[in-house]
């Protein structure tokens, strides 16, 4: 039996447990597919009727299909050249340093395999983890070498620490000014600085002397990305980081087209780049807009840094840190791009026809950037700009509110609530604030559709992982963090699939499974609709297939 096109499915999957994520998720069994899209879903016998003598049948044996699972902020082309360039400073339940001297160590067998002079690269240090409590310091790192410049990287990516010799070579003095929107770390005796670089304006004084990595690192670091992607079930993803003033450059989006163009990566893409990239010269001169590509990849917004990180100390809050900053019980953190820049670059942004991402993490810079949108929308009205917070962690419910009326959608990292939970609650924000971190449960009455995230490197990149965090809101230390924000799993499977979709503006395409849209699947061993709730995260990937095509296979 032929379908209404008048040709036969290339494949008619049957007998399966397939969540469409389409609106009232009907009960079906089978799915076929035709080229790249979705021609019949319906039940096994139904389906089976439409298979021609080439069609292949996949008999699913009960296996639980679902949309191809959506990464909606990460930094994978930045993940893939760290993971075979960098040395893991990560840890635990993620690592294994546990402390100063066995981070040392770490850089120490580094040393052994890198020539006299060359940089040693280091990421994902947590200084909360860490036995002595503390960052290390350039002090530290000399005791690693004073020959090789080293340069190491806190999880959040938020703050750097570096040795002597680097911070000679960048120029960075007790007479050096503090960078606008970041801070160099100086002993307060002395004046000295001691290493520790805060947000980019300070990071990139020295991170932009590191060695330019070749096009090749970064296509052989796309294709290590994809391949741990892809064990975990992503089908598409959004890199939230490319192009960066002071760390990225044009060669990223190269490396992307590239590696598509070559058949490495088979991912769905979409780039969030640097606003001050995608506006050109003077902010005068846009040049691509939001959107721009095809379905393998393509624009998405323009990415704006509002504030910094938490759990390092930079995020802008509205009230004082719970555990005072260095003594200073009327911290709050400070804006890295502050409103008085903030407001014209949205303006700028948003009047080009961009959308918008901005990193907000605490409920003092989500008011700025809600505000710079409002000023934006009321200058230039626009319907649908679907202007994106990003992390959006301390969101206030007078905000959400407020995002409910413009229309901004947030993408949470609600993993925040597993890895960094208990040090929130007892250290960041203390328990009436930790509770409510990541409320899913308020966005979600009041309509607002969100995405959830790794944010990989950041964390292990797992979209389940993150759908079992929504749902449970458990830290690492058994405790559930207001309970009364948790999500059933359909609700958290949406910031993974057709939420994440609708984010991009392809939810036309991609996000359920529905005839004419893409044949993008992530077949799973068992159901998450089903399974005892804390079992979400280890639900075994069995295939990915993108367009039709089988494109991973567990082993």
């Known amino acids: 039996m032929e379908d209404k096109n008048g040709l036969f499915p290339d494949v008619v999957s049957l007998n399966g447990q397939i969540i469409t994520m389409n609106e009232g998720n009907p009960k079906i069994q089978a799915v076929a597919t035709l080229g790249d899209r979705i021609v019949a879903v319906g039940s096994s016998e139904s389906i089976k009727k439409l298979a021609g003598p080439k069609t292949k049948i996949v008999n699913l044996e009960g296996k639980t299909l679902v949309p191809g699972l959506n990464e909606p902020h990460n930094h994978f082309g930045m ?79 938020h703050l750097s620490v570096a040795n002597t010799r680097a911070l000679e070579m960048a120029g960075i003095t007790k007479d050096t000014p503090q960078p606008p929107g970041g801070v160099i770390r100086k002993d307060p005796q002395t004046g000295d600085p001691d290493g520790v670089l805060e947000e980019m304006p300070a990071q990139s004084l020295v991170a932009r002397l590191l060695p330019p990595i070749s096009m090749e690192k970064r296509i052989e670091g796309m294709a290590t990305a994809a391949e741990q992607y892809l064990k975990v079930g992503v089908a598409s993803c959004s890199d939230a980081g490319v192009n960066f003033p002071g760390i990225g450059s044009p060669a990223e989006i ?85 409103p008085e820049f903030l407001n014209p670059l ?81 250290i960041f924000l203390g328990p009436e604030r930790a509770r409510r ?31 079992f965090a929504a749902v449970n809101r458990v830290t690492t230390g058994g405790e559930v963090l207001g309970p009364e924000y948790c999500l059933t799993p359909e609700e958290a499977l949406r910031g993974v699939t057709n939420y994440a979709a609708w984010q991009t503006f392809d939810e036309k395409i991609k996000g359920s499974i529905e005839v004419g849209k893409l044949a993008d699947f992530t077949i799973l061993a068992e ?13 075994k990937v069995m295939e990915v297939i993108i367009g039709g095509k089988s494109i991973y296979k567990a082993k």
């Open 437 to 467: 971190i990541s409320p899913l449960k308020s966005a979600l009455k009041r309509g607002i559709k969100f995405s959830i995230h790794s944010d990989c490197p950041v964390t292990p990149v797992s979209p389940l992982f993150c759908v």
């Open 79 to 157: 993940y893939g050249v760290l993971a075979r360039c960098s040395v893991n400073l990560q840890s635990p339940p993620v690592g294994y340093i546990k402390n100063m001297n066995e981070l040392m160590e770490a850089l120490r067998d580094s040393i052994n395999k890198t020539l006299k002079g060359q940089w040693i690269y280091g990421r994902g240090y947590d200084d909360t983890l860490l036995a002595e409590k503390r960052h290390p310091t350039r002090y530290d790192l000399d005791k690693v070498s004073i020959e090789h410049p080293i340069l190491i990287v806190h999880v959040s990516g």
């Open 346 to 426: 949205v303006m700028a942004a948003h009047k080009a026809g961009f959308q918008i991402a901005a990193h907000g993490n605490g409920d003092a810079a989500i008011d700025a950037i809600l505000e710079a949108y409002l000023l934006a929308q009321k200058e230039y009205p626009r319907p649908d700009a679907r202007h994106r917070i990003e992390h959006c962690q301390t969101v206030r419910e007078d905000q959400l509110d407020t995002m409910a009326e413009l229309g901004v959608t947030p993408s949470f990292f609600v993993s925040h609530t597993f890895y960094w939970g208990d040090r929130h609650n007892a």
């Open 254 to 338: 190269v490396a992307y087209q590239k590696a598509v163009h070559e058949g490495i990566l088979h991912l769905r893409m979409t780039m969030m780049i640097g606003v001050h990239f995608l506006l050109g010269p003077e902010g005068k001169s846009p040049s691509f807009l939001t959107g721009f590509g095809n379905d393998r990849l393509k624009i998405g917004p323009a990415k704006i840094i509002v504030d910094g990180s938490i759990q390092g100390y930079t995020g802008w809050l509205g009230k004082p840190y719970y555990i005072p900053f260095k003594g200073d019980k009327d911290f709050r953190g400070y804006p890295v791009t502050p």
């Open 527 to 539: 159901n998450p609709l089903e399974v005892p709730p804390e079992r979400i995260r280890d639900i």
